[in-house]
C-alpha cells in the first residue's frame, strides 16, 4: 500500500500546533466523509432504510380508523423523530464502526502509527463526517415525513439549538461505542453484525427509543434518562410536540430541556474522553491487530 498515494494529507501532516492538528482532522474528516457517502450500502441502511421503514409503519401499522384525522400529521413528525434517530444510531454505531474495523483489517494502523499522527485528529476527523452522516440519516426521516404529512413545528426560540446539540451529543456517544466495538471485535463482519443488532434492541426495548413508553417494559421515567431515549424525547418535545387535545392522558411528561441537554452534553463528554483514550492507548500505541 503506497502511503503517499492512499492517504496523502495525512501522510504529509506535521504533529506540531494546533494548526497542523487541525489539517490532520480535517484530512481524516475528508477522507472518512467522502467514504461513508460514497458507499451504497452504508447510505441504504442510514438513509433509506430508516425512510422505508418510516413510511411502512404509518400506512400499515399506524391504526388511523382510531386516531383522529387532525391527529395524523402530529403522529407522523414524532414517528419520524423516533425513525430519524434509529437512522442516527445505525450511522453512530454501525457505518461509523465498520468503516473503523476495515481500516483495522487493511492494516492502515500499521501505517498510520509510523505517522506523525495525532490520536485525537483521528477519532475527531471520524467524527465530524459521522455526525454529518448522522445528521443526514435523521434529516431524511423528517423530510419524508414532511412530504408524506407530518407537522413539525418550533417549541421555543431554543429549540433549535437544542436539537442541534441533542444530535451531535447523542452521536457523539455511540460513536464512542462503535469505537470500543470494533477496537474489541478486529473483524468488519462481526463488529456490523454487533452494531446493527445493538440499534435494532434498542430501538425496540426502548418503545422506538422512547416514542412509545407503553411499548417500554421497564420504569417510564428511565425513558428520560437513557443515552437513546432522552435525545429522542427531548428533540421531539421541541419540533414534534403533540398538542394536547390529542395527548393520551396520563403519558409521560418530555425531559426537562435544559437539564435533558446537560445530560447529553455530559454522556458525550464522557464518552469522548473514553474514545481518546482507546485511540491513544489501544489504536495508535500497540494496536488492535500487533
Do not use: C
Not at 8 to 25: E, K, L, N, S, Y
Not at 120 to 139: C, K, P, Q, W, Y
Not at 161 to 182: D, G, K, R, S, T
Request: aromatic share 12%; charged share 10%.
Amino acid at each position: 500500500m503506497s502511503t503517499d498515494t492512499a492517504h496523502p494529507a495525512v501522510a504529509t501532516a506535521r504533529p506540531d500546533g494546533f494548526a497542523a492538528w487541525r489539517d490532520q482532522t480535517r484530512a481524516f474528516a475528508t477522507r472518512y466523509a467522502r467514504e461513508l457517502f460514497r458507499n451504497k450500502t452504508v447510505l441504504f441502511w442510514t438513509i433509506a432504510f430508516p425512510v422505508g421503514f418510516y413510511l411502512l409503519t404509518i400506512t400499515v401499522f399506524v391504526d388511523q380508523a382510531d386516531l383522529p384525522a387532525q391527529a395524523m400529521p402530529y403522529v407522523k413528525a414524532g414517528t419520524a423523530v423516533t425513525y430519524g434517530t434509529f437512522g442516527a444510531i445505525i450511522a453512530s454505531l454501525n457505518s461509523f464502526g465498520q468503516q473503523l474495523s476495515m481500516d483495522f483489517e487493511d492494516d492502515r494502523y500499521t501505517l498510520f502509527r509510523s505517522l506523525p499522527i495525532a490520536p485525537s485528529a483521528d477519532l475527531a476527523g471520524r467524527m465530524v463526517a459521522g455526525v454529518a452522516l448522522s445528521i443526514a440519516a435523521f434529516g431524511a426521516v423528517v423530510v419524508a415525513a414532511i412530504a408524506t404529512g407530518g407537522t413539525f413545528s418550533i417549541a421555543s426560540p431554543a429549540a433549535l439549538p437544542i436539537v442541534a446539540v441533542a444530535l451531535i451529543a447523542f452521536a457523539v456517544f455511540w460513536m464512542v461505542v462503535a469505537v470500543v466495538v470494533a477496537t474489541a471485535v478486529r473483524d468488519a463482519r462481526y463488529a456490523s453484525i454487533i452494531t446493527v443488532s445493538m440499534a435494532m434492541a434498542l430501538y425496540f426495548l426502548t418503545g422506538y427509543n422512547g416514542g412509545n413508553p407503553d411499548a417500554f417494559q421497564g420504569p417510564d421515567v428511565l425513558l428520560n434518562w437513557l443515552p437513546n431515549t432522552l435525545p429522542t424525547r427531548l428533540i421531539a418535545s421541541h419540533i414534534a410536540a403533540t398538542p394536547d387535545q390529542y395527548a393520551q392522558p396520563g403519558s409521560l411528561a418530555a425531559p426537562d430541556p435544559f437539564v435533558g441537554t446537560a445530560v447529553l452534553v455530559a454522556y458525550a463528554v464522557a464518552a469522548l474522553l473514553v474514545g481518546i483514550v482507546v485511540m491513544r492507548r489501544v489504536v495508535y500505541q500497540r494496536g488492535v491487530l500487533s
